[in-house]
C-alpha cells in the first residue's frame, strides 16, 4: 500500500540511470477528464476527484459528460459518459478551454471528444490497451481506423493496460476500471489517498463493506501502476483557506436552499437536468417536515405547488424548459391571484425536447414574457452554485413579500458542475414562518393594494374573518368578479407596480474591471465566471473591457442604463441562439439577437450587439475572448 | 407538515359559535333560472349548516365553467382556479393542510375532458376530499359545445349533426381506477337524494367522487326530461353503507340493494344499460390515502438550522 510519506519520497528516487523517473509540472492550473461507455463509472471517478482536490484547497469546477440515453451501445463516440474536472490554485468559477489530459476507456469514446474540439491540441491522453488486440475483427478494425485519424494530431497517447491490471483485482473489469483510473490520476496529480478512501467511502456508502474494499484496492493499485509507468506528474499548489467550505452541484444548493428557506413542498415532474435536485431532497427532506410530490405532470406539479402556498407555506415546483411550457397557465394564475410561488427552471438546450443534457439559456424571454395576457413577476438567475443556495433564500421571500411569481433560471452547467463555496451561515430567519392564522382585522380585504406600491397582506385558510374566493378572473380588492372596465385597468397597475417597488429596493449591479471604457460585456446567469475569465486575459492584454452580470431579469437592476452610458459599446456573451449580423439575408432589423441582449435594447434603447453560440456546452473563456477581441477591433475599426 | 393552528383561538371560536345556513351564502349566484347548479348549493349549504362547518376552515376549489362558479356563492375560503386543474390545487392544499376541509367542484368537461389526467391521478391519491363533479353533459359557460358526457347523437354547437361517439361514463371510468375509495352518482333534482349522497361523501376517508347529474335547461333540457318526469327510469342503489332516503320509495319504485363493498357488482350497475343508477356504487375506506402516508411532523426554523447543518457536514470539505 502507498502511503503519502512514501509519494513524497518517491520524488527524490531518480530513476537507474540517475534521471528523475518523472518530470513534475508546476501548473497554475489543468483540466482533466475521464470518459468511458456509460455504466463504466467514469463519472463517479471524476467525481471523487473534484471532491478530493476541492478538500485539499484547490479550486475545482467539475462538468459531467452526459449521453441522452441510458445506456447508449459501447464504444460509440456520441455514447462518452464521465467528467471533466479543472483543477486550479485559485477559485475556478468555471469549465475553462480545452482538456489538457484525458483518460480514456476506448479509442470511440476518445474520437467522440476529439471531434467535439473537447481536446486541447497538445493534450495527453491515457488510453486503455485491450482494443488494438481485440478478437473481434470490426473493433480491431475500428481501433486502427482512429488510429489513423488520430495520428495528424498532436495528442501525447499514453496506452495504458486498465483491463489486465484490474484483472488481478475483479472478475469483470468493467466495474472496476474506474477506481484504478482514480488511483492514476491520485498519483499524477499528488492526490492525498487518505482523502481517496474517505471520498470512495461515502461515495459507496450504500454498498457493502467488500465493494468499499475491492475500490480501494483498485485505488492503489492505479496509484502503484502510475508511480511505476508514467513519465509525469501535475502539481497544482493548492491554498487551503481557514473558511468553512462545502462542496456540491447546482441542483444539490438548489435543493439544500430550498429547505434553508423553509420550504416544506417541492412539487415536480421527472425531466433532466432539474431531476437530480429532487433527488437530493427526496433523499432528505422528510427529516425536515418536507415532502417531494411528484406529480403526474408539470401541470399538476404547479397547481400542487400554487395549492400548498395558498394553504400557507411558499412551495416550489422545479423544471426544464418543456415543463416551464406547460406550466405556463398556472404561472399566469398566480401572477393574478398573487400567490407566492417559487419555480426554478433548469434550463437545457431547446425547442421541444431539445438536448436534453446539455446547457443552454434560451428560457430567458418564455420565463418573463412567457404568460398569455400581462403577468408581471420576477426572474432572477443565480450565476454560481454558491447563489444557487442563496437564490432560493432570497426568491422565497421576494415571492412572499410581493404576492408574486419568483422564476429561477438555473441551467445544466450549474446543475451538473461541482464547485466548492463558503459555507452558508444559517439563520433560522431564512425559514418561513408558520402562516399567521390570527383572525382577519374587520374590514380587511384580500386584496387591499397599497395605493402607491401595490402590496397587499394574504389571507391564509384558517384565518377567521378572512374567507373569500381567490379567482383568475379580473376582480376587485374585495376579490369579486369584475364587471366594469376601470377594475382591471386598476388591478393590472398594482400587479405592476409591485414589480417597480423590488427594483426600488435592490443595488445597482457593479462593473468588473474599470467603470467605463470601450467595451461593456453583459452576461446573466451560469457564465459569469468564463466572462470574468475572458475580461480579465484582455485586460492583461492591454484592452479596455469590463463586464456586468446581472442576477435579476426582471425587473433588472437599476441604473443600468447610465453603466451603459459610460462604454462606446455594449454587447452581451450568451448560451443562446443569434444570428451571425455578416450571415445571407440577415440584417440590422431582421437579426435576430441573444435573448438578454433583445430585453436590454427594449429597456434601454441602447444598440446593445450581442455573441452567442448553443454548442450544447458551456463557452470557453478563451471563445469569449475571440468574440470579444473581434468586437474592440470593429470599435476601433468605426472610431479610425 | 402541519400547520400549528392557534388552539386556543379555535376553542373559543368553537365554543362560541352556531352557524346558519346564512352564515355560508354569498353574493346571489349568476346561474341561469331553473339551473340544476343552484340546487347543489342549496344542498351544499344545508351540509355545511347542518355539520357545522367552521367556514374559515373550509376550502372549496373549483375550476373553470359555470358550475365552477360554486364557491363565490359560498361563504368559506374558496380557490376559482384554472379549467381542469381544480384538483391538483385541490391535492396541494390537502397535502400541506390535512386539517382543512377541502370540497373540489368541477364540470363535466372540467373533470373528464381536460382534466382527465388529473381525476385520475386524485382518485388514486385518495385524498380526504369531496369531489363533485356537476354534470350537465355539455360545456355550459362556453355555450354549448360537446363534452365527453354528451350522449350520442345530441346536437351542440361543436358537433351539429349530433355527438359523433358514445359519451364517457365517469362512473364507470372512475371505478376503474386503482385505489378508488368512494364512487356515488346523485341528481340535483332529487334534493334529498342529493344532500344524503354529499354529506354520505363528506363523511367518506378518502377521496369522495359523486357524479350529480344537473340540469342545463338552456342546452340540454331535452337529456334529463325522462329522469324528470319519469321515476321509473331511475333506479335506486340502497345499502345501510350507501345512501337511503326515506320516503323516496313512494316515487322511487326501482330499488336495488347493493352492497357499495362489492367492487364487481359496482362495475356491473354502472355498464350502460339505458338506466339511470344513484346512489353509492363503491366505497372502501380501508384504501391508503396519499396524505397520510406523506405526513409529518412540522419542525421549528432552529430545528431546522440544526438538521441543515448536519446536512451541510456531508459536503463539508
Ligand atoms: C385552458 C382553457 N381552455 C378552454 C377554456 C374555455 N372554457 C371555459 S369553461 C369550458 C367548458 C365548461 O364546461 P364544463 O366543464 O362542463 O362546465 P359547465 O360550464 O358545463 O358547468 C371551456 C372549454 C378555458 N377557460 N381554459
Ligand atoms: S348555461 Fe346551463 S349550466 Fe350554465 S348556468 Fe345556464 S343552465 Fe346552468
Ligand atoms: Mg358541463
Known amino acids: ?243 468553512p467550505m462545502v462542496v456540491m452541484n447546482g441542483n444539490e444548493a438548489v435543493a439544500l436552499g430550498a429547505i434553508a428557506a423553509g420550504m416544506e413542498l417541492a412539487a415536480m415532474y421527472p425531466i433532466t437536468p432539474a431531476t437530480s435536485a429532487s433527488h437530493e431532497l427526496g433523499d432528505v427532506f422528510e427529516k425536515f417536515g418536507g415532502v417531494v410530490h411528484q406529480a403526474e405532470d408539470e401541470i399538476a406539479a404547479a397547481g400542487v405547488a400554487i395549492g400548498a402556498s395558498y394553504a400557507g407555506k411558499v412551495a416550489y415546483t422545479i423544471t426544464s424548459g418543456p415543463g416551464l411550457a406547460l406550466k405556463t397557465e398556472f404561472l399566469g394564475l398566480a401572477v393574478m391571484i398573487e400567490m407566492p410561488l417559487v419555480v426554478v427552471d433548469v434550463q437545457r438546450g431547446g ?96 386584496y387591499d393594494w397599497d395605493a402607491k406600491t401595490g402590496l397587499s ?24 368578479v369584475a364587471y366594469s372596465s376601470a377594475v382591471h385597468q386598476r388591478s393590472s397597475t398594482m400587479r405592476s407596480r409591485k414589480i ?141 | 407538515m402541519t400547520i400549528p393552528v392557534n388552539s386556543l383561538l379555535q376553542c373559543a371560536l368553537d365554543d362560541e359559535r352556531v352557524f346558519e345556513r346564512s352564515d355560508y351564502e354569498g353574493p346571489v349566484p349568476r346561474w341561469c333560472a331553473g339551473c340544476g347548479d343552484h340546487s347543489v348549493l342549496a344542498a351544499t349549504q344545508r351540509l355545511l349548516a347542518d355539520e357545522q362547518f367552521q367556514p374559515e376552515t373550509t376550502v372549496f376549489v373549483s375550476g373553470i365553467g359555470c358550475s365552477s362558479r360554486f364557491p363565490h356563492y359560498l361563504k368559506t375560503y374558496g380557490f376559482h382556479g384554472l379549467h381542469g386543474r381544480a384538483l391538483p390545487v385541490a391535492t396541494g392544499i390537502k397535502l400541506h393542510r390535512p386539517d382543512l376541509d377541502v370540497f373540489v367542484v368541477m364540470g363535466d368537461g372540467d373533470c373528464t375532458s381536460i382534466g382527465a389526467g388529473h381525476w385520475v391521478h386524485a382518485t388514486r391519491y385518495n385524498m380526504d376530499m369531496v369531489a363533485l363533479m356537476l354534470d350537465n353533459n355539455i360545456y355550459g359557460l362556453t355555450k354549448n359545445q360537446t363534452s365527453p358526457t354528451t350522449p350520442q347523437g345530441y346536437p351542440s354547437n361543436t358537433q351539429p349533426r349530433g355527438s359523433w361517439l358514445p359519451a364517457l361514463n365517469p362512473v364507470e371510468a372512475t371505478l376503474g381506477i386503482t385505489n378508488a375509495s368512494f364512487v356515488a352518482q346523485t341528481a340535483e333534482w332529487i334534493p334529498p337524494h342529493l344532500f344524503a349522497t354529499i354529506k354520505a361523501a363528506y363523511h367518506h376517508d378518502g377521496f369522495a367522487f359523486v357524479r350529480i347529474l344537473q340540469r342545463c335547461p338552456k342546452y340540454t333540457a331535452p337529456l334529463f326530461e325522462e329522469g324528470l318526469k319519469n321515476p321509473d327510469s331511475i333506479e335506486l342503489l340502497v345499502h345501510e353503507d350507501g345512501v337511503m332516503v326515506d320516503g323516496l320509495e313512494n316515487v322511487y319504485k326501482n330499488q336495488v340493494r347493493h352492497d357499495p363493498g362489492d367492487i364487481h357488482a359496482a362495475r356491473r350497475l354502472a355498464e350502460e344499460d339505458g338506466r339511470t343508477r344513484l346512489g353509492v356504487f363503491f366505497r372502501d375506506e380501508s384504501r391508503p390515502r396519499y396524505e397520510e402516508t406523506r405526513h409529518l411532523q412540522a419542525i421549528t426554523a432552529e430545528e431546522k438550522v440544526t438538521r441543515l447543518s448536519e446536512e451541510l457536514d456531508l459536503h463539508a470539505v
Open chain 1, 1 to 243: 500500500m502507498t502511503t503519502k510519506a512514501q509519494t513524497e519520497a518517491a520524488r527524490a528516487v531518480p530513476s537507474d540511470s540517475g534521471e528523475p523517473r518523472y518530470e513534475v509540472f508546476e501548473l497554475p492550473e489543468h483540466t482533466v477528464e475521464i470518459v468511458s461507455d456509460s455504466g463504466e463509472g467514469a463519472q463517479k471517478c471524476g467525481q471523487i476527484l473534484g471532491a478530493v482536490t476541492a478538500k485539499m484547497g484547490n479550486g475545482v469546477w467539475t462538468v459531467e459528460i452526459i449521453p441522452a440515453e441510458i445506456e447508449p451501445p459501447p464504444r460509440s463516440p456520441a455514447g462518452g459518459s464521465g467528467n471533466r474536472v479543472r483543477i486550479g490554485s485559485e477559485p475556478v468559477t468555471n469549465w475553462g478551454d480545452e482538456t489538457q489530459l484525458m483518460v480514456a476507456f476506448n479509442e470511440q469514446v476518445l474520437m467522440g471528444r476529439h471531434r467535439l474540439n473537447a481536446l486541447a491540441d497538445d493534450a495527453t491522453i491515457l488510453l486503455e490497451n485491450i482494443w488494438a488486440d481485440h478478437p473481434d475483427e470490426t473493433i480491431r478494425a475500428a481501433w486502427q481506423e482512429a488510429q489513423s485519424e488520430l495520428e495528424k494530431t498532436n495528442y501525447r497517447i499514453i496506452e495504458v493496460p486498465m483491463q489486465e491490471q484490474c484483472l488481478t483485482v475483479v472478475e469483470d473489469p468493467r466495474r472496476g476500471k474506474n477506481m484504478f483510473v482514480l488511483g492514476m490520476l491520485a498519483w499524477i496529480y499528488d492526490r492525498d489517498l487518505d482523502l481517496c478512501r474517505d471520498q470512495i467511502a461515502h461515495a459507496f456508502r450504500k454498498k457493502s463493506e467488500e465493494i468499499y474494499k475491492r475500490n480501494v484496492e483498485l485505488l492503489e493499485l492505479g496509484y502503484g501502476w502510475a508511480e511505476e509507468n508514467l513519465d509525469f506528474r501535475i502539481h497544482i499548489p493548492a491554498q487551503p483557506t481557514t473558511d
Open chain 1, 500 to 640: 417597480a417597488v423590488l427594483q426600488s429596493t435592490l443595488n445597482p449591479p457593479e462593473v468588473y474591471g474599470d467603470d467605463s471604457g470601450e467595451l461593456l460585456v453583459v452576461g446573466w446567469g451560469s457564465t459569469r465566471g468564463a466572462i470574468e475569465e475572458a475580461v480579465d486575459r484582455l485586460r492583461a492584454e492591454g484592452m479596455s473591457v469590463s463586464s456586468l452580470h446581472l442576477s435579476f431579469l426582471s425587473p433588472l437592476e437599476p441604473g443600468i442604463k447610465e453603466i451603459f452610458s459610460r462604454f462606446e459599446k455594449v454587447m452581451t456573451v450568451e448560451i443562446n441562439y443569434s444570428d451571425d449580423p455578416d450571415a445571407p439575408y440577415i440584417n440590422e432589423e431582421n437579426r435576430r439577437r441573444g435573448q438578454l441582449a433583445w430585453l436590454l435594447r427594449a429597456q434601454t434603447l441602447y444598440d446593445v450587439d450581442c455573441w452567442t453560440r448553443v454548442l450544447g456546452e458551456p463557452l470557453r473563456p478563451r471563445a469569449i475572448a475571440n468574440a470579444i477581441r473581434q468586437r474592440i477591433e470593429t470599435v476601433e475599426g468605426d472610431i479610425a
Open chain 1, 457 to 480: 397582506r394574504r389571507f391564509v385558510p384558517g384565518q377567521p374573518g378572512g374567507m373569500y374566493t381567490v379567482t383568475g378572473l379580473a376582480h376587485d380588492e374585495s376579490s369579486r
Open chain 1, 351 to 446: 425547442p421541444a425536447t431539445g438536448l436534453p443534457t446539455k446547457v443552454e439559456q434560451s428560457d430567458l424571454l418564455a420565463a418573463i414574457f412567457g404568460q398569455p395576457g400581462d403577468a408581471p413577476h420576477v426572474v432572477m438567475a443565480p450565476a454560481t452554485i454558491e447563489e444557487c443556495f442563496h437564490v432560493m433564500v432570497t426568491a422565497r421571500r421576494i415571492a412572499e413579500t410581493f404576492r408574486t411569481v419568483v422564476i429561477v433560471l438555473s441551467d445544466a452547467n450549474l446543475a451538473t458542475g461541482v464547485q466548492p463555496f463558503r459555507r452558508p451561515e444559517l439563520d433560522p430567519a431564512w425559514v418561513a414562518a408558520p402562516p399567521d392564522l390570527s383572525p382577519v382585522p374587520e374590514g380587511l380585504k384580500p
